[in-house]
């Protein structure tokens, strides 16, 4: 059973170290949420480390800048780990080939195809026609409004081709202010559904946890993981993935389930309880909104 909690400074000192959500938690896809901002602040101040773990399919100099735009300033937190970054890396291996067919928006996913310097002989990645493809790179619709059934006809016509689709960002939906979207994690699951293979790099899946762990050991040793929180408004992603690294976590009710868990300013406890119980999940605690 979870515990509901009215202020994350009721927990912060059981932690020395939290993995954050951005979407839903820290900002809303066009503003920052101004107490999510000011509680990790105050986290920092007392000496807690705060990694934003965010299934963008944006290489981490690009969510900066985007953060910035939002108005989340970089007292904030201390580093990031992206989706895309984890997805980038196993793009330059060869994991989906080197003739790859992008889907997403080429002016917001550009930064994706940007060379990553740790990476030793990288393969030379060539953006073709999904009939000369030896795989898919998926960083989102390429209409984010579109019924991701309008991409059945390529998916079919891949899959029997033998493609492996790489997702950068295992999320279904977001909602961008007050506009709900389709994510790339919807194209996936679509793609599986009927019968292709997709390769996740963002939450819950294990490789975006393994570059948090290397982003927190670069900024501080010897954290324990009974003192990881994880933060995030997805049960899909962010609760999931906790439980699956074995973390407690922190279920911002106000995201993504405002309407199954009954949240205005705080989730009602019989809605919450029905819907985790729905959704096969546990979160050690939960709460409307990070504040």
């Known amino acids: ?57 944006k290489p981490r100099k690009g ?19 992206t989706s895309g970054d984890s997805a980038r890396a196993a793009m330059f291996r060869g994991m989906v080939g080197q003739k790859v067919w992008f889907m997403g928006e080429p002016a917001r996913d550009e930064g994706f195809f940007e060379p990553l310097e740790v990476i030793e002989d990288p393969v030379d990645i060539e953006r073709v026609d999904l009939k000369e493809a030896e795989g898919i790179v998926c960083c989102g619709p390429f209409d984010p409004l579109a019924d991701p059934e309008v991409n059945r006809p390529e998916f079919l016509y891949a899959k029997q081709k033998g493609l492996k689709l790489l997702c950068a960002n295992p ?39 393994d570059l948090a762990y290397r982003r927190l050991a670069a900024l501080t040793s010897n954290v ?49 309880e029905a819907y985790l119980a729905r959704e096969g999940v546990s979160t050690t605690y939960s709460i409307g909104r990070l504040r």
């Open 224 to 272: 324990d993981r009974s003192r990881i929180l994880c933060i995030g408004d997805g049960v899909h992603t962010d609760v999931m993935g906790a439980q699956g690294e074995d973390l407690d976590s922190l279920f911002i009710t106000g995201g993504l389930a405002a309407t199954d868990t009954a949240t205005t300013d705080q989730p009602d406890k019989a809605a919450l």
């Open 63 to 81: 969510v900066e800048a985007q953060l910035a735009q939002f108005g989340v300033p970089q007292d904030a937190y201390d580093a990031i780990a």
């Open 1 to 57: 059973m979870t515990q509901i909690i009215r202020t994350f400074a009721e927990i912060s000192d059981r932690y020395d170290a939290l993995f954050v959500d951005l979407w839903g938690c820290m900002h809303n896809g066009v503003d920052a949420f101004p107490e999510a901002v000011a509680a990790m602040q105050t986290y920092r101040e007392g000496g807690g480390t705060v990694v934003l773990v965010t299934n963008s399919p």
């Open 171 to 209: 999320d279904i939906i977001v909602d961008r202010g007050d506009v709900r979207e389709w994510c790339a994690g919807a194209l996936a699951r679509l793609y599986t559904e009927m019968g292709g293979e997709s390769l996740y790099f963002g939450k819950p899946h294990p490789p975006i946890y």
